[in-house]
């Protein structure tokens, strides 16, 4: 059970205990009419099992393995909020006012909470496709964002200045290169990656004009790369 969950649970029991105090608290009769009619024990049960459903909704919008995740579930907390509140009003005006059908609060409620878990479904399957839709793109996104990280940490790893300049000019090709992928670009930056380790292999070793003939070559194959990407999009 995860912290937002917990609160959302603690304002749900006092909502509840609030209702059942108005229910049983209130006047037993109002003008000659008594609230424990025939019809109240089922209209409470079932307004209870509105409560109930309240927060099973509640916990399905709060239940988030992330924070990313909880950003998306942001409207259906909302929501359930707001059936909850409706919940409450709806059924304690139903269950307190003796002259009036107890069915109207439980249609009234069940009313209720079937739009709450329509509006959370609707909201769930709408965040998950956001969310894979930003996995995708983290996916297309790896190689550049990775070969980012390794230029750079090359460029740091260099023993001479005219190593680290070379090693600096992949890293800004790198850097400044179309970041979304491609199954198509498959062969090219399998081939950029292999010249990487080679370009890596030459840098350990010192050897300028080994690591300026694969800058070359690596500065080539992003060119090529990022002229692909564009006849891609």
Not at 10 to 37: D, R
Not at 136 to 153: G, N, P, R
């Amino acid at each position: 059970m995860n912290k937002n969950f917990k609160s959302y649970l603690s304002i749900w029991a006092i909502l509840l205990i609030v209702f059942n105090v108005a229910v049983f608290v209130s006047p037993g009769e109002m003008a000659g009419m008594s609230k424990f009619g025939g019809a109240f024990w089922a209209g409470y049960i079932f307004i209870t099992l509105a409560f109930l459903g309240q927060l099973a909704c509640a916990y399905v919008a709060l239940k988030a393995e992330n924070l990313k995740k909880l950003f998306y579930n942001v409207p259906l907390i909302s929501v359930s909020r707001t059936g909850l509140i409706l919940t409450v009003i709806f059924g304690t005006l139903c269950m307190v006012i003796p002259n009036l059908p107890n069915w109207v609060g439980i249609i009234v409620c069940f009313a209720v909470l079937g739009f709450t878990a329509v509006a959370v479904l609707k909201a769930k399957v709408a965040g998950e496709l956001v969310e894979a839709v930003d996995d995708k793109i983290k996916a297309q996104t790896f190689f550049i964002k990775s070969l980012t990280v390794d230029a750079e940490s090359l460029m740091a790893r260099a023993k001479s200045e005219n190593v680290k300049a070379e090693c600096k000019k992949v890293y800004e090709a790198v850097r400044y290169s179309d970041p979304m992928s491609n199954n198509a670009l498959a062969p090219i930056e399998n081939e950029i990656t292999i010249k990487f380790a080679k370009l890596s292999d030459a840098v350990l070793n010192d050897n300028f004009e080994t690591v300026s003939a694969f800058t070359d070559e690596i500065i080539i194959l992003l060119g090529d790369r990022n002229k692909k990407c564009k006849v891609l999009k």
